[in-house]
T-cell receptor
Framework: DGGITQSPKYLFRKEGQNVTLSCEQN?????MYWYRQDPGQGLRLIYY???????QKGDIAEGYSVSREKKESFPLTVTSAQKNPTAFYLC?????????????FGDGTRLSIL | AQTVTQSQPEMSVQEAETVTLSCTYD???????LFWYKQPPSRQMILVIR??????QNATENRFSVNFQKAAKSFSLKISDSQLGDAAMYFC???????????FGAGTILRVKS
């Protein structure tokens, strides 16, 4: 079945450590997105990519980095510069250039500080 | 910047009855898209319904329908014959422009009483 796979489901970060969240999709979607969700709040956009080897900052990109070397994969690195990384992270994808098509979401990764 | 406002942090409805969730948004664009997503306790994001701004007809998906008032920038969700499985956090979201980024409201928790 086609879908989006995020791993790991739970992740713990030590002080000063970088951690990488994985997002893989087999929907043949060109566009991919990373969102952050804090308790009781809506989702906020971190980074997005419309095509391989290209990506743009979202509203809260500071302390995060991404790469898009393959169409299927869009990993997110939470760097030590992100001082408050504890949150639920959601990856999404959609067909690029067709605004009425919805974004499809993975099951998320919960990141906590040790 | 576009904003989405959900003014009801929590709503309750009796099973089999109807409930309406409110959403307003702010934009200067004329061509955009609106979505309602549902997030149950599993934290999965599930598309409920979508509306294209250029369409005057309100979208309907089974028990879910919207009241789209473009001039008032209002996009409410009506759930008829509420079921226990409808209990979740509901997010209103707006999309337009390059990248089709989604801007989310803060969400409304819907509780369904048996």
């Amino acid at each position: 079945d086609g879908g989006i796979t995020q791993s790991p489901k739970y992740l713990f970060r030590k002080e000063g450590q970088n951690v990488t969240l994985s997002c893989e999709q087999n929907l043949n979607h060109d566009a991919m997105y990373w969102y952050r969700q804090d308790p009781g709040q809506g989702l906020r956009l971190i980074y997005y990519s419309q095509i391989v080897n290209d990506f743009q900052k979202g509203d809260i990109a500071e302390g995060y980095s991404v790469s898009r070397e393959k169409k299927e994969s869009f990993p997110l690195t939470v760097t030590s510069a992100q001082k408050n990384p504890t949150a639920f992270y959601l990856c999404a994808s959609k067909t690029a250039g067709r605004s009425n098509q919805p974004q499809h979401f993975g099951d998320g990764t919960r990141l906590s500080i040790l | 910047a576009q904003t989405v406002t959900q003014s009801q942090p929590e709503m309750s409805v009796q099973e089999a009855e109807t409930v309406t969730l409110s959403c307003t948004y702010d934009t200067s664009e004329s061509d955009y898209y609106l979505f309602w997503y549902k997030q149950p306790p599993s934290r999965q994001m599930i598309l409920v319904i979508r509306q294209e701004a250029y369409k005057q007809q309100n979208a309907t998906e089974n028990r879910f329908s919207v009241n789209f008032q473009k001039a008032a920038k209002s996009f409410s969700l009506k759930i008829s014959d509420s079921q226990l499985g409808d209990a979740a956090m509901y997010f209103c979201a707006y999309s337009e422009g390059y990248g089709n980024k989604l801007v989310f409201g803060a969400g409304t928790i819907l509780r369904v009483k048996s």
